[in-house]
């Protein structure tokens, strides 16, 4: 089997040869293995849910691929929600002709990421449509987290809020942008694309007062905090100098006119947490992998006015504004 066929995708022999040979090979688990119509978990209080669509291009990339990115995004987005990532569902979608070895290569990438935060895959779906009509590969994914840790929302933000983000801005855009055009650079932009649980619970099991958390992807830095002064119909100021901006993803936006803060991320995360708290969070998230490069970088400032501003190292304060228009499509 060195090419995937529309017969992949019919429900027959050929079917069931890819799901025993293939995904069963990296996915298996006891609820999964069943491979019955649904799948039967046990669940006890509140959980978080989530589901989101990946077509990446291209589906390999600089620091992961698009099976890394359906399993880390969507442990993200259960993750800032305080919610324990448990149960994955995927649904692939394959473009006739995609050689098995990719698919491999893919699959063995989501049960690398999933086993980081020992989320479990227990249920799929495949389907293959003819060549021309998709491009190599699309994935849905969907996840259950048991929540630990309530009250997260973009709605809590209060006056005196501290802003920290977990690491460098714009890192996974630039790297797409880059791959697409062709662009080499000295220090090559890597994507920042990683599961988040493992540093957020280090957080959240703290003690320290946290009021939201958001995992800046589209949109961006400049997206979220928008989206938090609207929610919460406060102000926000944040320092232009100490938003952490790798220079590969500097030189390349001001190449091409892009701001980083509109560049999507897939490894970064945005807390705002009480002030009394703010250090002893950016030293538990320096302490991690996932968050060295952890920066404070602004605070709300008031209530009543829903804007985000922006105060550079001249000491001119500009409105950050929110990305417009599709900056850069498919790039998760």
């Known amino acids: 089997m060195k090419k995937i066929l529309l017969s992949h995708g019919g429900g027959g022999e050929e079917t069931q040869k890819l799901i025993k040979n293939l995904f069963l090979k990296y996915f298996s688990n006891e609820i999964l293995n069943k491979l019955e119509d649904a799948s039967l978990l046990n669940l006890s209080g509140k959980v978080a849910f989530t589901t989101d669509a990946f077509t990446v291009s291209p589906i390999f990339f600089r620091g992961g691929d698009i099976g890394k990115l ?30 098995f070895e990719e698919l491999e290569e893919v699959v063995k990438s989501m049960a690398q990421e999933a086993s980081k935060t ?25 996840g259950i987290g048991e929540v630990v840790y309530e009250g997260l929302s973009a ?8 802003i920290i983000v977990s690491g460098s801005v714009g890192d996974h855009g630039a790297c797409i942008l880059a791959q697409r055009e062709g662009m080499e650079f000295e220090v090559p932009v890597e994507s920042d694309c990683k599961s988040l649980w493992n540093m957020i619970e280090k957080v959240l099991s703290s003690g ?39 220079e590969a993803v500097r030189g390349l ?27 002893k969070v950016l030293e538990i998230l320096r302490s991690t992998p996932e968050g060295k490069e952890a920066q404070i970088i602004g605070k709300v400032v008031k209530k009543g006015e829903p804007k ?25």
């Open 208 to 246: 320290a007062e946290v009021h939201a958390i958001r995992d800046a992807t589209r949109g961006g830095l400049a997206g979220v905090l928008n989206e938090w002064a609207e929610q919460s119909k406060v102000t926000i100021e944040v320092e232009e100098e100490k938003i952490p901006v790798k």
């Open 155 to 162: 709605h809590n933000l209060r006056e005196g809020n501290v």
């Open 70 to 99: 359906a399993v880390a995004g969507t442990v993200n987005d259960l993750s800032v929600m305080g919610a324990r990532p448990k149960y994955l569902s995927v649904s692939f979608v394959i473009e006739e002709g995609l050689s």
């Open 308 to 332: 985000v501003i922006l105060s550079t190292p001249y000491g001119v304060k500009r409105v950050m504004e929110p990305p417009a228009g599709e900056l850069l499509p498919r790039i998760c």
């Open 253 to 279: 936006c001001e190449l091409l006119g892009f701001e980083p803060t509109h560049l999507a991320n897939e490894g970064m995360a945005v807390f705002a947490v009480a002030s009394q708290d703010a250090q």
């Open 118 to 142: 020992g989320v479990q895959i227990v249920a799929g779906d495949t389907k293959v449509v003819p060549k021309g009509q998709a491009d190599k590969l699309f994935i849905s994914a969907s």
